[in-house]
């Protein structure tokens, strides 16, 4: 009112009033004096804008909801636009090993943690690539003296009222699951190598015994041999030239020589 009065104006001023029916509201109030014919005028001009500071308190309590919720999840989450980062939650800050004013002042500094092979990909991921959006992208990074596999996914985040190049993107230390796929894979390649052991010992073990079956087979055929050309010719001398007495034994013997060759 005494910068108006003095002949200076006000611009946007908000002001809380009260209607008539008791109803309170605010508004957004401009005036500036005029002098019209040699007299001072006030021309004023009054916006209601009771809804549009009730949307604005509404969008602060939703960000804030939003931002707690973000801090307490256990994936690194962020928002990126044309290359910039809008926001991102603790744990990116962690993985990453950066803060939220380096973030603001040099976004590609994010990638000095990113091995060197691995730096492309996670560009694309991290900064803006749309051929990444919906993949996921393994990439490694290091943490201290510690070299970890983090697992990264980004989306597009879009509306009537934002830019297409925002998008928006979650990030997990998969570490111990790769170590743990590479346990799998390395138990899996020794288990092909012990199975491909034992079958080249199961070969040699058919063939040995096939072996070992020729060489009883020629053992059985060399002593039946034996006993046709040699020792029944010999028993046939001896019970010709034997008493009674001993005929019975070998006859006995000479029984018994029969059933082992045939």
């Not at 996670?122 to 943490?143: C, Y």
């Not at 346990?183 to 199961?202: F, G």
Request: net charge negative.
């Amino acid at each position: 009112k005494k910068a108006i009065m003095s002949g200076g104006s006000v611009h946007n001023m908000i002001l809380p009033l009260r209607r008539k029916d008791g109803e309170e509201i605010v508004c957004a109030y401009s005036g500036v004096t005029l002098n019209i014919g040699g007299e001072d005028r006030l021309l004023s001009l009054a916006l209601d804008i009771t809804e549009n500071r009730l949307l604005e308190a509404k969008v602060r309590e939703d960000e804030q909801k939003f931002r707690q919720i973000i801090e307490n999840i256990s994936e690194a989450f962020w928002l990126c636009e044309s290359g910039r980062f809008l926001f991102a939650n603790s744990e990116f800050m962690r993985i990453f090993s950066t803060s939220s004013n380096a973030l603001t002042t040099d976004s590609e500094g994010i990638l000095d943690v990113v091995h060197p092979e691995d730096r492309g990909a996670a560009r694309g991921v991290l900064l803006g690539n749309s051929t990444h959006d919906g993949q996921e992208t393994l990439f490694r990074v290091r943490l201290g003296t510690q070299l970890r596999w983090i697992r990264a996914k980004r989306f597009p985040v879009s509306s009537s009222l934002l830019h297409s190049s925002r998008f928006a993107g979650v990030a997990e230390d998969v570490t111990e699951m790769k170590r743990a796929e590479d346990e799998v894979r390395s138990s899996r390649l020794m288990l092909a190598k012990v199975n491909e052991s034992l079958e080249q010992k199961n070969i040699a073990l058919h063939e040995l015994i096939f072996q070992m079956r020729q060489e009883h087979e020629r053992l059985e055929r060399s002593v039946e041999s034996s006993i046709a050309t040699m020792v029944h010719p010999i028993l046939r001398r001896i019970k010709e030239q034997s008493n009674e007495k001993i005929m019975p034994l070998l006859e006995v013997l000479e029984s018994n020589l029969s059933q082992l060759t045939t």
